[in-house]
């Protein structure tokens, strides 16, 4: 629901957050920081710096409802304030769009206090937003899932289930890193189409997957599907997920239960948790589907779903490599894409997931798939992008890459804009590549 925090001529007394381009008022993200020489903690994005929700509480800031998410989202993870859904969320967004509104009851006092509750981000580090019990990773960008198939498959590019349901595997969490973690290149058995065997080394095809992560709010009790209607209830807030992707390894290994090695070895997800609230200006409906589509169970149908289930959010790639940094030239743009190219929804994803009984947790984490379009601006993986690494890209470097190299940075950004609200992003989730152990 668009409310009174979305109201684009909100302004903060924390100078910074006006006019930012990822975090301003209306955005408040979520996450966990570690302040210098301080311990993990709940925090809030706002402008270049966070909220320590710890710290604003011991100031007597939130009160009532908000008060208890305050305190839920005080501690190391965020699963606690996950885990008691949407009315409390809205409690402690509204609590805290009044707290650092410039023209607030208070404001003055707040902004007295700036130094015991905020702290500069760029001094801080940014730890996962919560302890992800269970990971799913989606395929539901349709032009991925044809281009791919097209590389694979040119006469029959999209799997007959594909417009039925939507396609997952479950994924590691053990290996899911917040932004900045290495990228250790992986080692695994590969093979080249002229080889007659499999040699065990260094993934010669690393590649990243453009996706969304989307973070699960109460769940289920096992045995209870989440009715679609009821799905966004269940659904928290979004991220940006790079599935980093050994496409040599996969091409071996991935028959018949799918990826393995070429998908665990790491997951990359950008720290702040975009809540659905701050969303809210950014709602569309789903692309139509082809009149040739097969019709949707039941199960996968609702009419709210049908004309606001689908997220407007642009997506960017860069690429940062020693020959562009050498040259004094700043991160490539490769790619931008945009939720609206994701066949399936997210309420689609929950209601399917738990259709056969499965229970989801709070603090669960879904990836969206990787999210290409039709142009060749708008691939969001190499794979697509250089056609298995047969036509590399030339960066403005003069280097060039089919697949990634060791060095290499990969970064993804995302911002939602729309006339009449303010921008909001996503921060950044980047990771560069080291060379395998
Ligand atoms: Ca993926």
């Known amino acids: 629901m668009i409310d009174e925090t979305h109201d684009l001529k909100r302004r903060s007394w924390v100078a910074s957050a006006n006019g930012h381009g990822d975090f301003p008022i209306q955005n408040l993200p979520l996450g966990i920081f570690r302040p210098p020489g301080g311990s993990a903690r709940g925090g809030v994005a706002i402008g270049d710096e966070i909220l320590d929700l710890a710290q604003a509480l011991d100031q007597g800031l939130f009160q009532d409802q908000a008060g208890e998410a305050a305190a839920a989202a005080a501690g190391p993870t965020l699963n606690p304030l996950l885990a008691l859904g949407a009315t409390a969320r809205q409690a402690l967004r509204r609590r805290l769009v009044e707290l650092l509104d410039a023209n607030g009851k208070d404001a003055a006092a707040h902004a007295a206090r700036a130094a015991r509750i905020l702290h500069r981000a760029a001094d801080c580090t940014l730890e996962l937003p919560a302890a992800i019990g269970d990971y799913t990773d989606f395929y539901a960008g349709i032009h991925h899932a044809l281009n791919v198939g097209r590389l694979f498959r040119p006469d029959n590019p999209l799997l007959p289930n594909y417009k039925h349901l939507p396609i997952a595997y479950h994924g590691r969490t053990s290996s899911i890193r917040p932004s900045g973690a290495a990228v250790r290149r992986p080692n695994g058995q590969r093979k080249r189409p002229e080889e007659e065997t499999p040699s065990f080394g260094p993934c010669r095809n690393l590649d990243y997957e453009l996706e969304l992560g989307i973070w699960i709010g109460p769940g289920n009790a096992d045995g209870t599907p989440i009715p679609i209607a009821e799905a966004p209830r269940h659904i928290a807030g979004l991220c940006l997920l790079n599935d980093w992707s050994a496409r040599d390894i996969q091409a071996f290994e991935y028959q018949p239960l799918g990826p393995f090695l070429a998908k665990n070895f790491l997951t990359t997800l950008s720290p702040w948790l975009v809540t659905v609230e701050a969303l809210a200006p950014f709602r ?87 999210i290409s379009g039709t142009a060749r601006t708008a691939l969001g993986s190499l794979l697509e992008l250089t056609r298995g690494g047969r036509e590399p890209l030339t960066l403005a470097s003069g280097e060039q890459r089919g697949f990634l190299e060791d060095g290499d940075e990969v970064i993804f950004r995302a911002a939602c804009h729309r006339e009449g609200y303010a921008s909001i992003g996503f921060g950044e989730c980047r990771g560069t590549i080291h060379p395998s152990p």
Not at 306 to 319: C, P, Q, R, S, Y
Not at 341 to 359: F, I, P
């Open 284 to 370: 569309c409906a789903p692309e139509p589907r082809d009149a040739g589509d097969p019709k949707l169970l039941a199960y996968l149908q609702d009419g709210a779903d049908e004309k606001a289930g689908a997220f407007d959010i642009t997506l960017e790639v860069l690429l940062n490599t020693s020959g562009l940094r050498a040259a004094g030239r700043p991160p490539q743009h490769l790619a931008q894409g945009t939720t609206r190219d994701l066949y399936w929804t997210v309420a689609q994803m929950v209601a399917h997931h738990t259709s056969g009984g499965c229970n989801l947790a709070a603090g669960d984490l879904f990836g969206s798939g990787t």
